[in-house]
């Protein structure tokens, strides 16, 4: 799959930093507090009235948020031990942010302009307005913010959000609508140095292919890159090899972006991960609920079966603007995904018919839409179900064998 730099999907995205967002919506709060006061003309107000309002609309909104973070502990506490601790879906919500960073901004604005109108009379009508109308916006945020956390504890939604999330990734990663084909490019230069990570402990979060191929480009050489967004870099792990020319180790390092969990802005099993630790919680016998395994299972396969994860197995190959290739990223293929997704799970499922029979039907179903040479892989999984079936229950298998189109 070869792609130019306008078009590599592994470009880092750049978050702003709660604190940064914050900062920035306080000091907007303080520009309207110090501007609006001085608006002149029209109809006025009693200035001690509007400003016994703002003082009490601008502490009172403060409680919001105790609300927030109330909502936010209390939602990713319930989804560690409840789904995965894994799952940080709505702790990087940008609503949970934002809306914070508004209240700070609401509190602002008001002190600030109760402040800016001093020992005045009147003041312009334009100030309450103001207050009312981020009032209600601020109402409307936290009606967002709480929906999303109703969303948040709650099964399917959250099996839908991965899903989803996953399926983006999937098909940045792996094109299937023809556009892309791979990469006719002859074998790399000669290899020239191989780099290993020096620092501590940390996981890949994202790779900066756009810096990473300028700095290719500059050096005429070829990185091959060895970890993929998602891998866990030890001191000393081999993270690249270098070739056809001398290239910096800061180059490529200055192009990774690391951190202490798996982030979904380019991890591409992610998804499979999550999905299947919420399957083997529900399978563990403190939990001992198969339905939900099964659930979960029906999105595995979505993913599985999907044309973005058929087309897996090639390289990310990433081409410069004079059309050679300057950087490969080594891609999970399918079988990488197969085994993430269902391994664990068979073996956890050994006890429930119920997540035997969805496992045998998934399995039976990626064999007839899958490419033949992944043929061999299903069929091991599907001996091994199929084993567990028959030793355990012998009535279920042949009554789902009888029902198979096949009858086998």
Known sequence: ?????????????????????????????????????????????????????????????????????????????????????????????????????????????????????????????????????????????LRTLQLRAFAAIQLAPVLHSITERGRIILDALYPHDGASAPATSGPLPPLYSTLTWPRPLTVLQQVDTVRLLAAAQAANAVVVLHSLPGDTLPHGATIADVHGAQLPASAVLDALVTGTERT???????????????????????????????????????????????????????????????????????????????????????????????LRTLLMRLRAESHPDRDELLIRRLAWVEGELGGRFPLLLREAAGASPDGG
């Open 264 to 358: 979904f802005e380019q991890d591409p099993q992610l998804a499979f991960r999550l999905l299947a630790d919420i399957a083997l919680r529900a399978l563990s016998a403190a939990v001992n609920d198969p339905a939900t395994a099964v659930q979960c299972l029906d999105c595995l396969e979505d993913l599985l079966g999907g044309p973005a994860a058929a087309q897996s197995g090639r390289p990310l190959q990433v081409t410069g603007p004079d059309g050679a290739v300057r950087v490969v990223v080594e891609l999970p293929g399918w079988e990488d995904f197969l085994r993430t997704s269902l391994d664990d799970v068979i073996a956890a499922a050994v006890n429930s018919p119920m997540v035997l029979l969805r």
């Open 1 to 141: 799959m070869a792609s130019r730099i306008s078009q590599t999907p592994l470009q880092r995205r750049r978050r702003l930093r709660a604190g940064r967002t914050q900062l920035l919506f306080t000091l907007v709060g303080l520009g309207l507090g110090l501007a609006v006061p001085r608006v002149t003309g029209g109809p006025t107000a009693p200035a001690r009235q509007v400003t016994d309002m703002l003082l009490g609309l601008g502490f009172g909104v403060l409680g919001a948020t105790a609300v927030i973070f109330s909502l936010l502990f209390l939602v990713v506490q319930w989804a560690h031990t409840t789904f995965t601790p894994r799952l940080t879906l709505f702790r990087e919500a940008p609503i949970v942010w934002r809306t914070f960073a508004f209240a700070i901004s609401l509190a602002a604005f008001c002190i600030t302009a109760a402040l800016a109108i001093g020992s005045r009379t009147d003041v312009s009508v334009a100030v309450p307005v103001v207050a009312g109308v981020l009032l209600l916006v601020m109402l409307a945020l």
